[in-house]
């Protein structure tokens, strides 16, 4: 019997985020509970923790509000071989506190009016779940149970909502003598959508009083606890704060409180019989660096063992990447260049800012880099360069997918799709006329979007590598990796090992330089253009001698399509190469010249 028949599969928690549920139903659960006493020992009385979607957020709060929450019902259970039930701060802090919690993570809608709808319903059911409490207690007066009803029957006014958050933690605190613990989720999705539905203004300006009176110079205040994706900048939304504890992605302290570190996913991979996948997990899933620590992605690693194995990109298909698509479409050659160089596998330095005010980020284009960083779409490969400036790549496979999905859309954009589909059709027959011809009207349609000055070697490969991206269902893409002896440019690895392998090569139709005799015996040089026809066979030479093919062959892929393009501004054309047999050696080229190294 296999190790994973052997494992004792608990159910896992996919959409839960309810920490009562998943503790009682034997869910599994990577044990996160020191994540309480790092705040009830905090210095600061109010924390935000900025981490990207599905790392955890929500249950972490869930697991705050089981703990502190004053209740008739012993909860201790649900801790019970938990790390902190162990700590000395169980006993100090169990069940000791009114908990006011709230989730804003829903709250995406168009226009201002609307948002505002759901913001006061959130408020009527917080009022709502005390409801027995502020209308029987003797602390409140009739004034206090007048505006207690005004939010239960929504009829209370705006000010009186900006209010609502500071006016329940002083019932709670007056009725039970303790101090409130406040738990907001997603605190900034209002914002985004703000930013989105173009009503940022009222949004930001909601937030900020409802916030400030709930968490300012509150003396009712046990601890607070904000989420969200972002630290919209101070100045915006924590103008009211007194220095609260920001921890984002950058910070060292809470950096293993959200998402999985590396034991944790061994472990849990281990206990579900599937300890032989973890470099597949990891290829996948790893990569972010939260604090200097390696996190994976909670939510793509429990999805995938819930598929039994199947790896494919589950984070970002509950994504919407509408407000990246906007930010990054508006950008630059160079931004889309530099996009480009994150495909091939390399890193970008740039500055991270860890407040942002988000109306500056349609002014100011080095804020994308910052947004997609604490969004989970880029990562840090190390500690600053130098003050504020990180070098960024991405993360893993999964996000990998986002970028190349990003780039298609731009170029589908701009490309009838008849033409790409006939264009795409013929590359994976292996018609090679059809797909210059293709290609050419491709390129003469959509050039003009692209500033061939400069390096228009990487503008062509960009724009092949968009369209490619279309065929990833069937192949894998990969750019500018080592085969053989050199670098090739673009290689499609058919998933089916009967299938076709593509390697292609790009070259610029370039003077050439040769030396000729003068009259006075002396060398001089000479500048001759090369033809397209010599540019051709020199690409495809380059294919040959550098082993380029070497990798698809060393995948049992036989045929394999050698493909040579060379242009001149708009102008282009393409020419295949011969088929290199397989058994023949990889050390030598064509004839058995020894291959350039």
């Known amino acids: 019997m296999s190790d994973r028949q052997k494992a004792v599969k608990k159910k896992l928690p996919v959409g839960s985020s309810d920490f009562r549920k998943l503790r ?20 600061a009385e109010v924390t935000l923790l900025p981490r990207p979607r599905r790392f955890g957020k ?29 700590d000395e701060c169980f006993e100090a802090h ?49 004034t206090d149970r007048k505006l207690i009803r005004h939010f239960l029957e929504k009829t209370a006014n705006s000010e009186e909502c900006e209010d609502s958050l500071r006016f329940l933690s002083e019932c709670l605190f007056s009725h039970y003598q303790k101090k409130v613990v406040i738990l907001i989720d997603e605190y900034d999705t209002p914002l985004h959508a703000g930013y989105a539905g173009g009503y940022y203004k009222d949004a930001i300006s909601f937030i900020r009083n409802f916030l400030s ?4 110079d509150n003396e009712h205040l046990f601890r607070g606890v904000l989420t969200g994706i972002l630290r919209v900048a101070k100045e915006s939304v ?43 997990v990891s290829h996948w899933y790893n990569g972010y660096l939260f604090g200097g620590r390696v996190i994976f992605n909670p939510w793509s690693v429990i999805n995938y063992a819930d598929n039994e194995g199947e790896a494919k990109p589950y984070w970002i298909n509950t994504a919407d990447t509408g407000m990246i698509d906007r930010l990054a479409t508006r950008g630059s050659r160079e931004l889309r260049e530099e996009i480009g160089q994150l495909l091939e596998g390399r890193k970008l330095t740039k500055p991270v800012y860890e407040s942002i005010v988000m109306r500056d980020l349609e002014k100011r284009d080095d804020l994308l880099w910052s947004f997609l960083l604490f969004s989970g779409y880029l990562k840090l490969s190390g500690p600053a360069i130098r003050r504020n400036f990180y070098e960024l790549e991405i993360p893993n496979e999964e996000v990998r997918i986002v970028y190349e999905e990003m780039v298609g859309r731009w170029f589908a954009e701009k490309t009838e799709s008849n033409q790409l589909e006939e264009m795409l059709r013929a590359l994976e027959i292996g018609d090679v006329k059809l797909f210059e011809k293709m ?19 990487k503008v062509y490969h960009a724009l092949v590598l968009g369209m490619l991206v279309w065929m990833s269902g069937k192949y894998e893409m990969r750019s500018n990796r080592e085969s053989g002896y050199g670098r090739y440019d673009l290689m499609l690895k058919p998933d089916d090992p009967e299938g076709q392998g593509i390697i292609i090569e790009f070259k610029r139709l370039d003077e050439d330089e040769e030396q000729d005799a003068d009259d006075d015996g002396k060398r001089k040089k000479r500048k001759k253009k090369k033809t397209p026809q010599d540019a051709l066979e020199e690409a495809l030479k380059q294919i ?4 380029y093919a070497d990798e698809l062959e060393a995948a049992g892929i036989r045929k394999i399509l050698k493909l040579a393009v060379v242009f001149s501004g708009k102008k282009l054309w393409v020419k295949q190469g011969g088929q290199r047999h397989p058994a023949q050696s990889s050390d030598s080229g064509p004839s058995g010249i020894p291959r350039e190294r």
């Open 94 to 142: 169990q069940g000791k506190y009114p908990v006011i919690r709230m989730t804003f993570k829903d709250i995406r809608e168009g226009t201002w009016d609307a948002c505002y709808k759901k913001l006061t319903g959130i408020i009527r059911n917080i009022f709502r779940q005390h409801r027995e409490m502020l209308l029987s207690s003797e602390i409140c007066d009739e």
């Open 213 to 216: 009176g709930g968490l300012k």
């Open 544 to 547: 040959e001698d550098r082993g």
């Open 58 to 86: 929500t249950l972490n709060l869930s697991m705050l509000r089981y703990f502190f929450e004053k209740s008739d019902e012993d909860r201790s259970g649900l801790f019970g071989k938990l790390a902190i039930r162990d």
């Open 439 to 457: 290609l050419r009207l491709i390129v003469m349609r959509i050039m003009s979007y692209h500033d061939l000055a400069g390096e228009p070697e």
């Open 238 to 280: 924590f103008s009211g704060l007194n220095n609260p504890g920001v921890y984002t992605v950058l910070s060292r302290k809470f950096s293993d409180a959200f998402g999985f570190t590396v034991p944790e996913v061994r472990q849990f991979l281990e206990e579900r019989g599937m300890g032989d996948r973890y470099e597949d």
């Open 24 to 43: 009682e139903g034997g869910y599994h659960y990577v044990d996160k509970s020191l994540f309480i006493r790092d705040i009830a020992e905090a210095s």
